[in-house]
């Protein structure tokens, strides 16, 4: 099975854009989370989305959206860009047949945004 | 709310020698899951070992194992014959079993393995 993918790799912003990055989970995974990864901050939740819905979502403002398509995949908008928000996007799939089996994450390579 | 603590930023061991990283947790909740995860150098975050905390028995993959003490709530991970491919930032993970739960981190161990 291929893993979990993410698009793009890297990417370079300037303060005040919107970025759209996009998570590929693999075959079967019904559930997508989304977290930062910065030097300072370690892995930050930023959220999960399960059968195209929210289910959880982290300690981050409103600029920071996502979403869930029928086919799983997952995208995850930043809007209004700031410095701070340079880092690594990391997106992990889990098969979540239950609502109470917790399953394993699998992670992908990430996306490094840099906004300057 | 959950937390997770892992009171080593840095470890280094000798290639061949064994390393133990720690890892604790805090938690109310009596049925849950323990992982450790390993990014290596610029590349992709794998899973290295899983717990369920029901199970009394030490999870073990090869050369990695756990001590998974639920009474202290802790859940250190063992390296043994450690080889210069384990080095990588290692980080323990907590998540409970229901649906509004999501994966709590620790800060990370970055281990150096020295030939």
């Known amino acids: 099975k291929a893993g979990v993918t993410q698009t793009p790799r890297y990417l370079i912003k300037t303060r005040g854009q919107q970025v759209t990055l996009s998570c590929s989970p693999i075959?079967?995974?019904?559930?997508v989370s989304w977290y930062q990864q910065t030097p300072g901050q370690g892995l930050q939740f930023l959220f999960e989305y399960f059968s195209e819905t929210q289910r959880n979502k982290g300690n981050f403002p409103g600029r920071f959206s996502g979403r869930q398509f029928s086919n799983s995949r997952s995208e995850m908008n930043v809007s209004t860009l700031e410095l701070g928000d340079s880092a690594l996007y990391l997106c992990?799939?889990?098969?979540?047949?239950?609502?109470?089996?917790?399953?394993?994450?699998?992670f992908g390579p990430g996306t490094r945004l840099l906004v300057l | 709310a959950q937390t997770v603590t892992q009171s080593q930023p840095e470890m280094s061991v000798q290639e061949a020698e064994t390393v133990t990283l720690s890892c604790t947790y805090d938690?109310?909740?009596?049925?849950?899951?323990l992982f450790w995860y390993k990014q290596p150098p610029s590349r992709q975050m794998i899973l290295v070992i899983r717990?369920?905390?029901?199970?009394?028995q030490n999870a073990t993959e090869n050369r990695f194992s756990v001590n998974f003490q639920k009474a202290a709530k802790s859940f250190s991970l063992k390296i043994s014959d450690s080889q210069l491919g384990d080095t990588a930032m290692y980080f323990c993970?907590?998540?409970?079993?229901?649906?509004?739960?999501?994966?709590?981190f620790g800060p990370g161990t970055r281990l150096s393995v020295l030939p």
């Open positions: 993970a907590f998540t409970g079993i229901s649906l509004g739960q999501n994966f709590v």
């Open positions: 992990a799939s889990s098969l979540r047949i239950t609502g109470l089996a917790r399953e394993t994450q699998y």
């Open positions: 075959s079967g995974h019904r559930s």
């Open positions: 938690t109310s909740e009596s049925n849950y899951y």
């Open positions: 717990q369920e905390a029901y199970k009394q």
